[in-house]
């Protein structure tokens, strides 16, 4: 078996400009993960949170139907997680850096011609490279980032890099909203496209490495494990093909339970915005954006609690308590109408966004360890987005055909169900 020191010594030094100038004090993993949040707070805050700000503006400037932008949203996480699928291999042998700054270049282009959309095909190729560039540049390099670095303080260290989802989603949202007002997507769309550019891109260039290795260093720092933690050490340097992943239980129990919950999870984001417009809620673009970003400050304040504790919880448990919770949430939009309630349903419908993409991330790198975690996390990924935009696809129709109650009623069953699924997903014997 391949040691921690072994792998440290074998590769070249190389160490991006920033690394001059970091105190020694601090391991440099926590500039890596503050480097990942910013990145995380342009690109997936204006491509994931964009969809639901593009949603309403689409279907009033060119008389579409809920299906037709459903729709375009469902290829969108159905295209990024086949992307996600084909990279994670290729994230494991050459690393995360190219393929992060391919996402940026991408979501900076893609964003920018939303603006430009006038006919559905043009709708559909906007939405498609976006989802290329979220497949390749997002989620799973920045957790195969997270989990090379950091093995015992994994979970705050990916609740550091995700919360710049959740600051995207509160603070991107509100401000293309008002893009919006001022100059419909024309304005809008091309200004957050060159944000995500300027901002996420020197980042990139400066701070970020693919491994400690490659600074010859060691996960956390060479830090003792905590004599709680649940996550054995020797195990995440197994490597594992896409055949012995899944002959594993643990595998298809995750795959099916991340379907159903991030696919209920998804539906209610991209159509929050446009419920709160429609549904006898809060009716004004500005208090619905709010609500989003209510639940986005949700989503931080929990993540920060949550990762606390995560590295010594059992996460079956943990992402089975958050499933739970998010079917209380949807239930209880449905049920209140005064707008401190409203409010409240939001805030605690953010406790589980974000939340559950860490349990999905933890689950898999411990069962799986680090040496093969992209090939393994970009299968469950794409399960998961294809649960994403089959959902979207399905809540669009249910939408036009019954307004918001069926849907959102669908959604919180897919979330019980998950729920109960989860709990298989048990670690592999290692023999």
Known sequence: MTTIASTAAEQPIRRPPAARFASPKVFYGWYVAVACLVMMYVTVGVSYYGLSLFLRPLLDEHGWSNSIVSGATGTFFLISGVAAFGAGPFIDKIGPRRFLAAGIALTAVGAGLVGFIDQIWQLFACYTLLAVAYGLGAVVPVSTLMSRWFIQNRAKAMMVSSTGVSLGGAT????????????????????????????????LLLFVSASPAEMGLEPDG????????????????????????????GFWAAVVAFFLGLGAQTGVLIYQLAFLQEADKLGTRGAAALAVTTTTIGSILARIVVSMVADRLDKRVMAMGLFLLQACAIGAYLLVHRTVLIYAAALLFGFTVGNVYLAQSLLVGELFGLVSFGTVYG?????????????????????????????????????????????????????
Request: no cysteine; charged share 15%.
């Open 379 to 431: 299968m469950i990924s794409l399960s998961s987005q294809l649960g994403s935009g089959i959902s979207l696809i399905v809540v669009g129709r249910l939408v036009d055909a019954h307004g918001y109650t069926v849907p959102f009623l669908f959604l919180a069953g897919l979330d019980v169900i998950a729920a109960l699924t989860v709990l298989a997903a048990r670690p592999a014997r290692v023999t």
């Open 222 to 249: 060479g830090a003792a494990a905590h004599p709680r933690s649940r996550v054995d050490r020797a195990s995440q340097y197994r490597t594992w093909t896409r055949q012995q992943a899944m002959r594993t239980v």
């Open 172 to 203: 991107l949202v509100p401000i293309g909203a008002q893009l919006i007002e001022r100059g419909g997507l024309r304005l809008a769309a091309p200004v957050l496209g060159v944000v995500v550019l300027v901002v996420a891109m020197p980042v």
